[in-house]
């Protein structure tokens, strides 16, 4: 008998599926040259990602870091099957804060880096590094999203993996916010979606604003 239990908040999953969006559009434009939406989508995607690390500490159960990033041991005994959890396992958690980090690399980088071809636009931080600087960091950034496309990549086929060998689906969860389990489990516990938008309004305003000032 399967057991239907919530796993996931709207917030984490509107975050999830708007970080691939942005993902998504800031990889067209930059390959098209469309460096305003790209600077924009960037941004956009800063915002968003400073957000889903403050909510991994003050958000839902589920969404915090502390339940579900573990050592090795932890590691080891999901391998041997022994993990009974509903929201992250111990590999995923390190896919998690793998991507994360890899993307605040990227939106760093992109922040200082400048057009190389045409030098006709900038990164809202370029300005505060000499000329030689900035290309290199342009190089840097543009280099970076290879090693940010790996991991998306060894991402996207563990989804497939979960699905194909142990036909488990991971994307129906993060869409829907409700997971099937074997058996009964204590249902997670959820914070206010009010302190989401709380927090996302304000780190908006904090990146925003800073950007401004410089």
Excluded: C
């Excluded at 919530?6 to 691939?20: A, E, M």
């Excluded at 998690?96 to 636009?121: E, I, R, W």
């Excluded at 370029?126 to 991402?155: C, P, Q, T």
């Excluded at 142990?166 to 009010?194: D, I």
Aim: proline share 4%.
């Amino acid at each position: 008998m399967n057991y239907r239990v919530k796993v996931w908040d709207l917030p984490t999953r509107l975050f999830h599926w708007s970080l691939v969006a942005l993902f998504g559009l800031m990889w067209w434009s930059a390959e098209n040259g469309q460096l305003l939406w790209h600077t924009r989508a960037g941004v956009a995607l800063l915002v968003l990602v400073l957000f889903r690390l403050l909510w991994g500490v003050l958000g839902s159960q589920t969404a915090r870091f502390g339940s579900f990033v573990r050592g090795p041991a932890a590691i080891q005994r999901y391998l041997r099957g022994e993990y009974d959890g509903i929201g992250h396992n111990p590999l995923g958690a390190l896919m998690v804060l793998a991507l994360l980090a890899a993307l605040l690399v990227q939106l760093g980088l992109g922040l200082f880096a400048v057009d190389v071809d045409s030098y006709t636009f900038d990164g809202p931080l370029a300005k505060l590094l000499d000329s030689e600087l900035a290309e290199r960091v342009s190089e840097w950034h543009e280099a970076w999203f290879n090693v940010l496309l790996a991991l998306v990549g060894v991402h996207l086929l563990a989804i497939i993996g979960y699905r194909v060998l142990r036909r488990e689906n991971l994307v129906k969860p993060m869409l829907t916010g409700h997971k099937e389990v074997m058996q009964q489990m204590p249902q997670p516990a959820f914070a206010s979606p009010w302190l989401a938008v709380l927090l996302l309004v304000a780190v908006a305003g904090v990146v925003l604003g800073g950007l401004a000032l410089v």
